[in-house]
């Protein structure tokens, strides 16, 4: 089994970029996809990044999503951040049928 | 439009079976994908239990493989989860999810159940 490991918050302000990491822990980030997902407070999760850089359709363009094989690492980038981009961001992935949340970033706009 | 509803019991008893149904609208389960179910206790992540397709192919969690069954109605479009021996560190709210690519893609809007005498 591998862990997802991602900082547990992060700020910044309105109009900045930000980049949140997602460390895997063992096997390559590069040999299954990883999904990036918002929550709101009270809300179910929303799909923003998947298959390691695309977009849903509906998802504007300030979200983006990365991977490093370096540092073994999946990003997600949001520019031009705006106040409704507070959130919970969560990375996900999978290896051999097994499915992995990292524990989640608490993004605040301030 | 596909929409997914979880229903079932907000309160269950200590050693107890969580019992929890998603139904399925604007969709036929037989049509394909993977799905299953993700928790979240208040205030932590999200934890993914089970996915399964319409043919019986399954995944578990590893950590709770012991205590879970996902099944299938393909007659009523909808599909379940049974989680036995509940304690308190049960206590979370349930989404039931379609998966794509072993990712939920599409969620329910999340049941709270709560464990406790």
């Known amino acids: 089994n591998f862990m997802l490991t991602q900082p547990h918050s992060v700020s910044e302000s309105p109009g900045k970029t930000v980049t949140i990491s997602c460390t895997r822990s063992?096997?390559?980030?590069?040999?299954?996809?990883v999904q990036w997902y918002q929550q709101r407070p009270g809300r179910s999760p929303t799909t923003v990044i998947y298959?390691?850089?695309?977009?849903p359709s509906g998802v504007p363009d300030r979200f983006s999503g990365s991977i490093d094989s370096s540092s073994n690492s999946a990003s997600l980038t949001i520019s031009g951040l705006r106040t409704e981009d507070e959130a919970d961001y969560y990375c996900?992935?999978?290896?051999?049928?097994?499915?992995?949340f990292g524990g989640g970033t608490k993004l605040t706009v301030l | 439009q596909v929409q997914l509803q979880e229903s079932g019991p907000g309160l269950v008893k200590p050693s107890e079976t969580l019992s929890l149904t998603c139904a399925i609208s604007?969709?036929?389960?037989?049509?394909?994908?993977?799905w299953g179910w993700i928790r979240q206790p208040p205030g932590k992540g999200l934890e993914w239990i089970a996915s399964?397709?319409?043919?019986?192919?399954?995944y578990y969690s590893p950590s709770l493989r012991s205590r879970v069954t996902i099944s299938v109605d393909t007659s009523k479009n909808q599909f379940s989860l049974n989680l036995t021996s509940v304690t308190a560190a049960d206590s979370a709210v349930y989404y039931c999810?379609?998966?794509?690519?072993?990712?939920?893609?599409?969620w329910g809007q999340g049941t709270m159940v709560t464990v406790s005498s």
């Open positions: 399964m397709y319409h043919s019986g192919s399954t």
């Open positions: 063992s096997g390559s980030i590069a040999g299954n996809y």
């Open positions: 999810a379609r998966f794509q690519r072993m990712a939920p893609n599409m």
């Open positions: 298959d390691y850089n695309e977009r």
């Open positions: 604007g969709y036929s389960i037989r049509s394909g994908y993977y």
């Open positions: 996900q992935s999978y290896d051999s049928g097994n499915q992995v």
